[in-house]
């Protein structure tokens, strides 16, 4: 079992970032795969980025390439989701997930929410114009 606990979030202008971090107990971090997730208000919860195992593949929502990178530190038990270029849009609670998988899916990533086993509780990220 993993709990997670989200930090970095805050009020940005436009055009700046910030760097959410996702602090992981529990042992074998490197067994599990890891989501951020948002969702804004009236809005249904929405994938933004996933990666693997070892941090070697990386996916994205098509809304934010270029401008988000999801990044882990296994020796920290921790996942980052660096973000850039920051819209009025991107403004939602931006959640952390963890999924586990064996050594065969070494190279697994997943956008689908339900395939995650725990969750954070959030860190609210607001863009103003």
């Known amino acids: 079992q993993v709990q997670l606990v989200e930090s970095g979030g805050g009020l940005v202008q436009a055009a700046g970032s910030l760097r959410l971090s996702c602090a992981a107990s529990?042992?074998?971090?490197?067994?599990?795969?890891m989501g951020w997730f948002r969702q804004a208000p009236g809005k249904e919860r929405e994938f933004v980025a996933t990666i693997n195992r070892s941090g070697s593949r990386t996916y994205y929502v098509d809304s934010v390439k270029g401008r988000f990178t999801i990044s882990r530190d296994n020796a920290k038990n921790t996942v980052y989701l660096q973000m850039n270029s920051l819209k009025p849009e991107d403004t939602a609670v931006y959640y952390c997930?963890?999924?586990?998988?064996?050594?065969?899916?070494?190279?697994?990533?997943?956008?689908?929410?339900?395939?995650?086993?725990?969750w954070g509780q959030g860190t609210q990220v607001t863009v103003s114009s």
């Open positions: 529990g042992r074998s971090f490197s067994s599990y795969v």
């Open positions: 997930a963890a999924d586990w998988r064996g050594p065969v899916y070494s190279e697994y990533v997943s956008r689908r929410a339900d395939e995650y086993d725990y």
